[in-house]
């Protein structure tokens, strides 16, 4: 599947990483470079990327990077080691909720416990493998999970034509065609005259920002969507089914989200729409039985008070911003997978295969 969009460029032997500003799209196309572990925390912390795949993926190149700086600065391999493991540290508290990005530093860290390494050489190899692998995953499983989800989704409504996304899931936020956005993109080449319903997502805008500019690269017809129209359009019967991606997913199924993925939830099972999670298996916690534990990331207040630098609300008022909400499982028909589609209460099953990078 060809996709037009990347969100970031490795140069491997500067130890320089570029991310696409996702904070300016659609109006500028600019790029910010980082070229250690802080300034790779401080790009996550800032939205500069976001996307759970590729807050994974920045995590695993934010430990390449500061191995090479502090190669670069001389550090033996035991003053290496100490500091490669505060930049995990550090890294682990940029963002709260996106699992994946857990999963990556784990991967990174187990493989550095585990391996004989001889010198500082050895190691950097072994950190930009891994980095390495993690991109190539979340690309390949974007791949599966279109072809997975667009076939699914033929069989359950072989008249599709109108699906309604949330947030953005694409190239933009993994390294590959996207997660429920790929799916849509798989959709498009298979139905001619498919039409997204793009929620707009306040209050930070990937959808009416990112993810539009996304479909408008692709050339794929779109309406962008206020998110309080989206209920009324179900009523109308003008969505015949809501693809969403994911940041948590516990064993059971319970899936956190963009804000407003629960309420898209319920509008779909009141009007009997298929409600599809669209996420790899990186995606999944497996040390949580349900969402009830699921850390839900709260963002500054001014994200609600302020559109492009004009604030919109009162100056005494005051706003609450949670950046994420967990959809029960019961309100879920499928979540696709690299490894298959699944009802939620199969999940656990899935978990067991074994297509790990
Ligand atoms: O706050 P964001 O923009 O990082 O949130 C992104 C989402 O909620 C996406 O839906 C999710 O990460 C899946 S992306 C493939």
Known sequence: MKFKVSPLRVDWDKGIVSFIDQRIIPYEERWVEVRNGKETYQAIKDMVLRGAPLIGVAGALGVYLQAKRDIESGMNLDEIFRDLEDTINLLRKSRPTAVNLFWALEKVRNAIQSSSLKNSAELLNLLRRIAEEIINYESEVCVKMSEIGAKLLLELKPNLRRVLTHCNTGALATTGPGTALGVIRKLAELVPDLMVW???????????????????????????????????????????????GADRIALNGD??????????????????????????????????????SIPIEERPEDEVHYIRGVRITPEQSKAFNPAFDVTPAELISYIITERGAFKPEELKEALKQTTEV
């Open 198 to 244: 793009v929620d707009e997502t306040r209050p930070y805008l990937q959808g009416a920002r990112l993810t539009a500019w996304e479909l408008v690269k692709e050339g794929i017809d779109h309406r962008v969507i206020s998110d309080s129209a989206a209920a009324y359009l179900m009523s109308k019967g003008l969505v015949d089914a809501v693809l969403v």
């Open 255 to 292: 899936t956190a989200n963009k804000i407003g993925t629960y309420s898209l939830s319920l509008g779909a099972k009141r009007h009997g729409i298929p409600f599809i999670v669209v996420a790899p298996i990186s995606s999944v916690d497996p040390n949580l039985p349900d969402g009830s």
